[in-house]
């Protein structure tokens, strides 16, 4: 009877993890990663492939902010390989712990107070379930709870020493992570200095992107046909990771406050709604939409509640967080290695909607990377009407098997962007035939091939739309600052065939200008002078204007600053870029050679120079009398060359971007974060954190006047 118990155990056990790795959540149809090998798998196998499809959604999520499944999806899996470990311990592998938003190019810094992260439920049974072990580790004295909704965005934590704003971490893996100071600063709604602050203070909150703002960047890539952002999470965590820092200032990140970390002292505060009062009266953003609950049932009552206000929310969420109040309870209750016995979220069922997809169509970027798109039937969904999704690449659609004619499922689980789960098979018409993602490409004209390992599809030859799109680019102010030559005018030298190439634009005559459409002699002038300042600009300029993919205008400027000519970066090898290191055990890790541009944009880089025609644009650059070479400092301010500054606050006269355009004119940097390495730190107006840090780091310290002066 023993034998059979545990042959019956042992086959229960496989059923339930074969289940959960081939059957959708909540209904998608499709597999989870990686597809099931065989029924006979043994239970080392199934725990080892459990582990590996953990570990690569944890890298999707945490690093490459591209996740592919739900929270509820992934939460199966974890649930799946609890169970096989409990059955079969021998097979157990290490804790894997809360995961790791680590990135490289970033310096590291400890939390004082472990980050840990939230145990999630998702039904009203498992929440009581986690009321009543509450009160049962807490002796069953009365509970008071705090809740809150969940924000979707990016756990940080903020440090405060005696008062002032010193650091911003994320994450990490609990006990460490990136120090993100620099794009974090750009939050205006952060404090930059506390009035009777403990000693030591550290402020937990979550980074996000308002919907508004999320439109508004998605409205800008349309009007480029640039692939859309996903969703506010996704892009506000690329954004916290910028190393460019120019591209940061243009996304515009918030910020709400909920937790604390370390404190000294200890006793500073009594209660969770206590230290929220003092967040709020020293000018944080929190949310404090329902008072302190009594009890689990209230508790309950109150996720009700923001299940009903989260609708009006001006940010992303998608569930509630439920947290004990006074903190010697929470002290009482403990904590796990990942989660906090005193506090769950609650996950709210993702909107969803049934639709008929009628057509996938194609949408070309910059770049030349196609993006399918689903036109759908128009449905109301999460109280906006929706007509199309994106698809993302060919791999997608196959792994779905999506296919024009299909009813399919659509879904926003804190996304703007609705995302296609998956095909109602049974809805299927009979005439639906599998996507040919090759044959549509031919049907439309796109001659197409996957880029290198990529999923993604490019075009081999410009289209006329990709041909305005990188024209407008090479002109904007960001490159080479071409005043008049925009969407319009790009347009008709496109049609006229004056450009095939964006450099083309360089050496068009006064009298094919006066081909174009509002042309007289004062436009073509004005239009002359402008190419001929063009040409003169800043090395800089040059390499922002080809369009290297992952080549933002900070990048650009440390490549011009580092290779002195674009003939150098042309030339440039792998090893000019990253440093490879083998470890002790034989591991290999890569050292950017130059700040901020890592393995991937190293490979953007090595990628772009490698292509023939893309060699022929810089010919063409010289040709034309553009400025390939980094101009050397000014003589004169030779005390600038070589420096570093920071730039913090508002200056009287002078813009950001005119300062750093003078320090970097002059030979200088400019950093983002202050360092024992930073030479001089300029301040304005309502310097915070930055200026606090140079005083205690005996950094010297520039007001304007001291700056120009410097400058000379």
Not at 337 to 345: L, N, Q, R, T, Y
Request: proline share 5%; hydrophobic share 40%; net charge negative.
């Amino acid at each position: 009877m023993h034998l059979l118990a545990q042959a019956l155990s042992l086959a229960l056990a496989l059923s339930l993890a074969l289940a959960l790795l081939s059957i959708p959540f909540p209904s998608p149809p499709y597999p989870l990663y990686p597809p099931r090998t065989s029924m006979s798998e043994s239970p080392r196998d199934q725990i080892l492939r459990l582990r590996a499809a953990i570990q690569r959604h944890e890298e999707l999520y945490r690093k490459k902010h591209a996740p592919e499944i739900s929270d509820f999806e992934f939460d199966k899996l974890v649930d799946a390989l609890a169970d096989l470990e409990r059955e079969f311990p021998m097979f157990a592998g290490p804790d894997l712990g809360i995961g790791d938003d680590k990135s490289e190019g970033f310096q590291q810094a400890d939390h004082k107070a472990p980050m840990l992260s939230l145990d999630n439920t998702y039904d009203e049974a498992d929440f009581r379930a986690f009321g009543d072990r509450l009160y049962k580790a807490l002796g069953g004295t009365g509970l008071e709870f705090i809740v809150e909704p969940k924000v979707d965005g990016v756990a940080v934590s903020l440090t405060f020493e005696k008062g002032q704003f010193v650091r911003a971490v994320t994450r990490g893996n609990g006990a460490r992570g990136d120090d993100v100071t620099a794009n974090v600063s750009l939050i205006r709604e952060i404090p930059r200095s506390l009035k009777g602050a403990p000693d030591l203070l550290e402020v937990r909150g979550e980074i996000y992107m308002e919907l508004a703002e999320f439109q508004r960047l998605n409205t800008e890539r349309e009007a480029e046909g640039e692939p859309l952002y996903a969703n506010p999470r996704n892009l506000a965590a690329g954004t916290v990771k910028l190393l460019d820092g120019e591209e940061a200032r243009k996304r515009r990140l918030s910020i709400v406050c909920y937790g604390l970390g370390a404190c000294e002292p200890a006793t500073a505060f009594a209660s969770l709604k206590e230290f929220k009062t003092k967040l709020k009266a020293w000018g944080f953003p929190i949310r404090d939409d329902i008072d302190v609950q009594q009890g689990v049932d209230a508790a309950w009552k109150a996720i009700q509640q923001l299940d009903v206000l989260r609708r009006d929310l001006p940010f992303p969420t998608d569930g509630a967080v439920v947290k004990v109040n006074r903190l010697e309870d929470q002290r009482r209750a403990g904590t796990t290695s990942k989660f906090p016995h005193w506090a769950v979220a609650f996950k709210f069922p993702p909107d969803q909607a049934e639709t008929i997809l009628r057509k996938i169509s194609m949408q070309v970027g910059r770049t030349g990377a196609i993006t399918p798109v689903a036109e759908l039937d128009p449905v109301l969904l999460a109280g906006s009407t929706v007509a199309r999704a994106t698809l993302h690449n060919a791999d997608e659609i196959a792994r779905k098997d999506i296919r024009e004619g299909d009813t399919v499922r659509i879904q926003k689980a804190g996304e703007i962007i609705p995302q296609v789960l998956g095909v109602v098979l049974e809805k299927r018409p009979a005439e639906a035939r599998p996507f040919d993602f090759e044959a549509r490409l031919k049907e439309l004209g796109l001659d197409a091939a996957r880029d290198g390992e990529e999923a993604a599809y490019k075009l081999r030859a410009p289209s006329r739309e990709m041909k305005i799109r990188r024209l407008v680019h090479f002109a904007s102010k960001q490159c080479l600052d071409i005043d008049g030559l925009g969407d319009a005018v790009a347009e008709q030298l496109v049609d006229l065939a004056l450009v095939d190439v964006p450099v083309d634009a360089l050496g068009i005559t006064p009298a094919q200008w006066r081909m174009l459409e509002g042309f007289k002699d004062k436009s073509v002038d004005n239009m002359m002078a402008g190419l001929a300042q063009a040409k003169q600009r800043e090395l800089w300029r040059a390499i922002h204007a080809l369009g290297i993919p992952n080549v933002g205008m900070q990048t650009a400027k440390d490549l011009a600053r580092h290779f002195k000519s674009l003939d150098a970066l042309e030339a440039a090898r792998s090893a000019d870029l990253l440093q490879t290191k083998i470890g002790k055990k034989g591991g290999v890790t890569h050292e950017a050679v130059i700040p901020g541009v890592g393995v991937e944009v190293s490979e953007s880089i090595l990628s772009f120079f490698s292509d023939p025609n893309h060699r022929d644009w810089v010919r063409a650059m010289r040709e034309a009398g553009l400025n390939l070479a980094e101009a050397a400092a000014v003589a004169a301010v030779a005390g600038v060359a070589g420096k570093t500054f920071v730039l913090t606050g508002t200056l009287p006269t002078l813009g950001r971007d005119e300062a750093r355009d003078l320090i970097e004119k002059a030979g200088g940097k400019v950093s983002g974060s202050v360092s024992k390495k930073t030479d001089y730190v300029v301040a304005g107006e309502e310097a915070g954190s930055k200026l606090t840090k140079a005083q205690e780091l005996g950094v010297p310290v520039l007001d304007e006047a001291g700056l120009r002066a410097l400058l000379g």
